[in-house]
């Protein structure tokens, strides 16, 4: 069993910068790819970014890609997501998840969530 846990999200302005940061439980942390993704209101669930257990293998959504970065302190058990140049387009509540296994972009392979935190991107 892995527990998330998010955090960083607020209220800035178009063309700041957050970093989410995501804590999970458990010793196995390395062996778990983990991943973000966000739901705005009335919108389904999307895909923002993977990133494996080991070897640095990332996927971005396109719409993140370039502004976007994921990486992960395996001693610290923390994933996170470095996000640049804000848009109000990202403005969503952003959550993370893990797997067991390679990283995928399908909501549906992620066994383990968080409970999200809220990102807001003012014009």
């Known amino acids: 069993q892995v527990q998330l846990l998010e955090s960083g999200g607020g209220l800035v302005q178009a063309g700041d910068s957050l970093r989410l940061s995501c804590a999970a439980s458990g010793r196995t942390f390395s062996t778990y790819a983990m991943c973000w993704f966000r739901q705005a209101p009335g919108k389904e669930r999307e895909f923002v970014a993977a990133l494996s257990g080991s070897y640095g293998i990332t996927y971005y959504a396109d719409s993140v890609k370039g502004r976007f970065t994921i990486s992960r302190d395996n001693a610290k058990n923390t994933v996170y997501l470095q996000m640049n140049s804000l848009k109000p387009e990202d403005t969503a509540v952003y959550y993370c998840?893990?797997?067991?296994?390679?990283?995928?972009?399908?909501?549906?392979?992620?066994?383990?969530w968080g409970q999200g935190t809220q990102v807001t991107v003012s014009s």
């Open positions: 998840a893990a797997h067991r296994g390679i990283p995928t972009l399908k909501r549906v392979d992620y066994d383990y």
